[in-house]
């Protein structure tokens, strides 16, 4: 790439994060998303830590003051008003001393801590602050959302597993019905982005019969006991497995006690299996409910590169996932009947999942693979800008302009040298 344009997106890509900053904390773009989201924030303090490492970890910081007494993390944190969301606090009514939703997300941050400790090991004290609070919401996830110690932990709404409207999910939706008591709400979403790349109202009706459920129950226990939306999310326990083998460094480095973290990943290792489709190679997310792999399988199923769990043949199988794509890696696979090349997480390219598909594979030596999939991140982001994701047939930018994610990614990986 011409040294002008590689100068010119990184200015471009830092300003985005400084225009996103709140004040220690980042929202994922303007408007849309106006508060601090929790796997977006680790992400972004990726993109922080090349240029202000301080920053870096004040992101994770921030993100961690909002953590519940019991370990959990929530999904967003509402540091202040701002009624350009929905749900908001008033509807979510959760959180301790900050408001919060009463749900989490992909718990990215322990390998995030690793990596900015790689980038600025200078912060090796701030890392000893945050190492009781991860493993407090790893703690948190090995009991609360896996009580029988299967090694695989649960997800109550799409939402908690970061890809809210995917495929992966139709079936386990159309299980249950809209609740008749249903608050009437307007949605603020289509209000910033064009319906046809978001969520359907379908799916959102029973969203919101899910955030009504696990309040009427006052979330904890009672909510995992009541929820009518029970799945162990591939992707989720595919970052699950990889946080906490960086925690377990983290901890020998900081000479801290291990023998919790080696249990967790040896249960999460023996499980990873059950996510493994023999016929097809794929992985597919599981409904705890009515017990099975659930029909579709997504590319989620490929952070199990991610994860160090690849099974043999997953490699063979992602190649085949990138046939018909122009540009990769594509949410759904191109020719599958539910691929939508518009809608949010049911066929775009997301820079997110691309960069931890393509870490995952160098890191076990696939480097022509994983080259090639940073490749078309960076192709998309120079041709289309910051988007929140990308049509794989066009390359047209799609959702959230100026995105914070997609930022951090330029700079940490896509635009790096
Ligand atoms: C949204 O509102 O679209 C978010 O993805 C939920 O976290």
């Known amino acids: 790439m011409q040294s002008e344009t590689q100068k010119q997106f990184d200015e471009a890509a830092r300003d985005i994060l400084r225009r996103n900053d709140r004040g220690g904390y980042t929202v994922p773009t303007a408007g849309l998303y106006p508060f601090q989201w929790n796997w977006d924030s680790c992400l972004v303090a990726l993109g922080w830590a090349t240029f202000d490492p301080d920053r870096a970890w004040l992101e994770i910081e921030t993100l961690f003051k909002g953590q519940w007494a019991n370990g959990m993390v929530p999904h967003i944190v509402f540091h202040q008003p701002d009624d350009g969301y929905f749900p908001g606090p008033d509807v979510w009514q959760a959180g301790e001393a900050i408001p919060s939703s009463g749900i989490t997300q992909p718990p990215i941050a322990a390998s995030c801590v690793r990596m900015l400790l790689d980038l600025d090991p200078s912060g090796l004290e701030r890392a000893r602050g945050l190492l009781p609070k991860l493993l407090a919401w790893h703690r948190w996830f090995h009991t ?33 019905e809209v609740s008749p008591d249903l608050e009437p709400y307007a949605r603020r979403d289509t209000s910033h982005v064009d319906s046809a790349e978001r969520p359907s109202d379908r799916d959102y009706d029973r969203y919101m019969t899910l955030v009504e459920t696990f309040r009427a129950h006052g979330y904890g226990p009672a909510a995992v006991q009541h929820s009518p939306f029970k799945v162990a999310d591939v992707g989720t326990n595919a970052i699950l497995l990889r946080a906490d083998r960086d925690l377990l460094a983290l901890a020998e480095r900081l000479g801290a006690p291990t023998q919790e973290l080696r249990d967790w990943i040896a249960r999460s290792e023996a499980a990873f299996e059950l996510f493994l489709e023999p016929q097809s190679g794929l992985l597919h997310s599981i409904d705890q409910l009515r017990g099975g792999r659930l029909a579709a399988a997504t590319h989620a199923g490929f952070l199990a590169f991610w994860a160090n769990a690849a099974s043999d043949g997953l490699e063979q199988a992602f190649e085949g996932w990138l046939n018909d794509a122009d540009f990769i890696v594509p949410s759904m696979r191109v020719h599958d009947r539910k691929f939508d090349r518009k809608r949010y997480w049911r066929g775009p390219v997301w820079a997110i999942t691309n960069f931890l598909m393509a870490r995952g594979l160098e890191d076990h030596g696939a480097s022509e693979l994983a080259e090639r999939v940073r490749n078309d991140s960076r192709k998309l982001i120079v041709r289309s800008g910051f988007y929140e994701y990308f049509d794989p047939l066009s390359g047209q930018g799609l959702g959230g302009a100026e995105f914070s994610w997609t930022a951090a990614m330029w700079l940490y990986w896509a635009g790096a040298d």
């Open 144 to 176: 609360e959302r896996d009580p029988d110690a299967t090694g695989l932990v649960t997800t109550l709404h799409p939402w908690e597993t970061g890809m809210d409207n995917s495929p992966a999910w139709d079936e386990a939706l159309a299980e249950f």
